[in-house]
């Protein structure tokens, strides 16, 4: 039972270098997310996207671009790192409806910018 | 941007002790969420509430939403080892379902 795979689970980068997050969720969910996490500051939400073809900024999008590629498939890239960037970052989904209203996560992404 | 606030953010307790996390705002919240995360993995729910008011008990885990839906709290009774982890609460309102998240609750439980 995948559900939310995201790659890679542990990267190195050094400052100005590039990356890009992938994300797949196998639960033909409409909305997925991308947070990141950082010590004391919970949960903040970077993109989303509502439905394929869709997205939109969340609460710190400066510093990354996102594509939601198809339905399943949502990556997160960072085009030149900076130390700030450096964080654990979550995939999520959701599925339809207020009923599905359930977020499911990924196991998280490990980024250190050095 | 709607704010959160969990209370406290740290908790450090001996199994059997009883706890309760607080999760407040000044804004009103059509659900609220907990979710629970343990060291390396992402946040499982443990419960949506909806309705002001309404209580769900989980087990040892019992959940209130406030009457005017902007707050809740998350009691645990007698509380195991296994309960250790971050506590998270998130509410969302309106139509497109994007949760805002609280700073988390961070529980350990010694044996």
């Known amino acids: 039972n995948a559900g939310v795979t995201q790659t890679p689970k542990f990267q190195v980068l050094k400052t100005g270098q590039s990356m890009t997050l992938q994300c797949a969720q196998d639960?033909?969910?409409?909305?997925m997310y991308w947070y990141r996490q950082d010590p004391g500051m919970g949960l903040r939400l970077i993109y989303y996207?509502?439905?394929?073809?869709?997205?939109d900024k969340g609460e710190v999008p400066n510093g990354y671009n996102v594509s939601r590629l198809n339905k399943r498939e949502f990556s997160l890239r960072l085009e030149s790192a900076a130390p700030s960037q450096t964080s654990v970052y979550f995939c999520?989904?959701?599925?339809?409806?207020?009923?599905?209203?359930?977020?499911?996560f990924g196991e998280g992404s490990w980024l250190t910018v050095v | 941007t709607q704010l959160l606030e969990q209370s406290p953010q740290f908790l450090s307790i001996q199994e059997g002790e009883n706890l309760t996390v607080y999760c407040n705002s000044s804004?009103?919240?059509?659900?609220l969420q907990w979710y629970r995360q343990e060291p390396g993995e992402g946040p499982v729910l443990l419960v949506t509430?909806?309705?002001?008011?309404e209580v769900k008990k989980l087990k040892r885990l019992t959940f209130q939403f406030g009457d005017a839906r902007k707050d809740s709290s998350l009691h645990i009774t007698a509380a195991q080892p296994g309960d250790t982890g971050l506590y998270l609460c998130?509410?969302?309102?309106?139509?497109?379902?994007?949760?805002?998240f609280g700073r988390g609750t961070s529980l350990i439980v010694h044996p």
């Open positions: 999520a989904s959701k599925g339809q409806g207020f009923s599905g209203n359930t977020i499911y």
């Open positions: 639960m033909n969910h409409n909305s």
């Open positions: 996207s509502a439905s394929e073809g869709t997205t």
């Open positions: 804004s009103v919240f059509s659900s």
């Open positions: 509430v909806v309705t002001g008011g």
């Open positions: 998130a509410g969302a309102s309106g139509g497109s379902y994007i949760p805002t």
